[in-house]
């Protein structure tokens, strides 16, 4: 089991970058005050929160890229899990609230500008499995706080 801290909280009336917000209420249609304009690609009970760890963003801006939270979409921003260790079937279990990780978060080129050169699929599954945003459903409806502890059970 693996134990992570939230620390960055994100919704949007739609597109990117998500702002930030101290409190993230989830339902298992997605988080209150969020919206995707894509619900092709983006939204719904399987997709209904999307979650980046901070060491990969950490490691992007060492190599130069203008990324910071919320800029890719992620309402959640964590740290503390080591990365590797998510995947989907994954449980995530918060104070209030369970997810369960689905799949990896595609990136697509509304997300470039996080990016030097426009190269969002630095955060690509497909090229890097490991290196990735993670979309996930609720099992357990409530909110989500900074700072709120995360495990991982497999």
Known sequence: MAVGKVVGLHTSDGGVPKLATRVLEVTSSG?????????????????????????IMNELVNDG????????????L????????????V???????????????PPCKTIMLSFTGGQFNAISHKKRPNFTR?????SKEGSIRIGDSIELFN
């Open 31 to 55: 988080c209150i005050g969020d919206r995707q304009n894509d619900l092709k690609h983006h939204g719904g009970i399987n997709k209904a929160v999307c979650l980046f760890q901070a060491e």
């Open 65 to 76: 890229h203008p990324i910071s939270p919320g800029s890719t979409g992620e309402n959640i």
């Open 78 to 89: 964590m740290t503390g899990i080591p990365v590797g260790e998510i995947r989907p079937g």
């Open 91 to 105: 449980r995530l279990i918060f104070p209030n609230v369970e997810l369960v990780i689905t799949q990896d978060a």
């Open 134 to 138: 993670w979309y996930a459903k609720v």
